[in-house]
């Protein structure tokens, strides 16, 4: 898909931006918007106008589109405001700009209309993409809110958040409500990560593996459905269980199949999986050469893993790659939050590799990955520590001895 710099008349509220900070949306997302909320002017006219934009995003012609949305969103239709959110936050017509996406849906959100709650949804998804201190509190919030004015899709993240303690304390109990209402709603994806929690038994669970099979087998049928139907998402999820032998015997051949679907439909995720994949084998030139312009195109859509994947590839000089052409894509990673990339970079400005040797830097990014949880940033923290410490030592007994002066 084509998109351009936004040439359109700007939107009203985008010198408001600043003002949106999080403490702003604390505040929205608690009260604001059930006390402020508006009602939704019913108008044939503009009904009729949405209508035309919706048919031109689906026959490609997005920015005709977002010119028609944009002139509804800046007279205040919140319907408008909805789907030209969306295509700020996608690049559809218009240059991708997560901030833009959040102000239009932050003002969507305060009308009582029909995609209340798949805005409220949208605002979750962004603040959980955000680095603040107290986003992963607020997108939980909005989650709730979504779920409040029926939109069930809430029940997915949820579930993630009480099952992992994002944004709040860990409540099992509440997670497994949120991943069995989301199986009913039909969330193949949610319900096959709780088929995984029952059968692994998780987080000090007796293992249940007949109740993980009753869910797995009815998520994988949804999952079927929904990727003959052109679900990405849900292609992607198959490549995996078949890749790793999920609930069944792995199928090497079967997970590239779902993979290709899912990255033919544009699902940044599977065409970073189905490059691994590939490379893993005993790939020939032929396919290490479309492996790698799978991850380019998903590094493209600035997948984190797909980023560091191509940093190491560098790094190691594979296929012909500069090592020197690695700092791009790790920088570019670590900027996506991936803790691999923050290690790997992390290690350079440690030994001073390919950049200016920087160990108060190299720290910094070690701690960062280090508190995503992630193993190989925790272990290069801990030997820089070790070294300091080391060193510190060596000082010490360095110093020279300081004898007492002599007083006149």
Known sequence: MKTRKSTLRPWKYLLL?????????????????????????IDPTIEEMIKQARGLQKVGRW??????????ANDGHP??????????????????????????????????????GETAYELGRLFQRSSGEKCAGIAL??????????????????????????????D???????????????????????ARILLTGRYGLAPNPDEAR???????????????????????????????????????????????????????????????????????????????NWLRLAAKADHGGALTALGRIHLKGEYGLEPKDAIDFLKRGVETGHPGSMEELGRLYAEGKLVKQ??????????KGADRGHQGSASLLKDLQQ???????????EKPLQTPSKEG
């Not at 997302?29 to 402020?36: F, I, L, N």
């Not at 920015?63 to 509804?72: K, N, R, S, V, Y």
């Not at 109990?173 to 709780?194: D, Q």
């Open 387 to 397: 070294q300091d410490e080391a060193n510190l030592t060596i000082i010490e007994r």
């Open 214 to 292: 009753f869910w797995a087998e009815r998520a994988i049928a949804g999952l079927e459905k929904k990727a003959r139907d052109g679900s990405a998402s849900a292609a992607k999820t198959l490549g995996r269980i078949h890749r790793d032998g999920e609930f069944m015997a792995a199928d090497s051949a079967l997970a590239r199949d779902w993979f290709l679907r899912s990255a033919d439909l544009g699902d940044a995720g599977a065409m970073h999986d189905l490059a691994r994949m590939v490379l893993a084998g005993s790939p020939d030139e032929a396919e290490v050469e479309d492996a790698l």
């Open 17 to 41: 931006g600043a003002v949106f900070s999080a403490a702003g949306a604390v505040a929205l997302s608690a009260d604001g918007p059930a006390k402020t909320a508006k009602s939704e002017r």
């Open 79 to 116: 319907v408008a405001l909805y789907h030209l959110g969306r295509a700020y936050k996608n690049g559809w017509g218009v240059e991708a700009d997560l901030d833009q996406a959040r102000l239009i849906f932050m003002e969507a959100v305060r009308y009582s209309f029909a995609y209340r």
């Open 358 to 367: 920087d160990r108060t830097r190299a720290i910094e990014l070690a701690r």
């Open 141 to 170: 919030q909005w989650f709730q809110k979504a779920l409040a004015w029926d939109y069930p899709k809430a029940h997915v993240q949820l579930a993630k958040h009480y099952e992992r303690g994002i944004g709040t304390e860990r």
């Open 172 to 194: 099992l109990t509440a997670a497994f409500h949120h991943y069995e209402r989301a199986a009913i709603a039909g969330y193949p994806s949610s319900t096959i990560n709780y």
């Open 63 to 72: 920015e005709a589109a977002a010119d028609i949305l944009t002139q509804l």
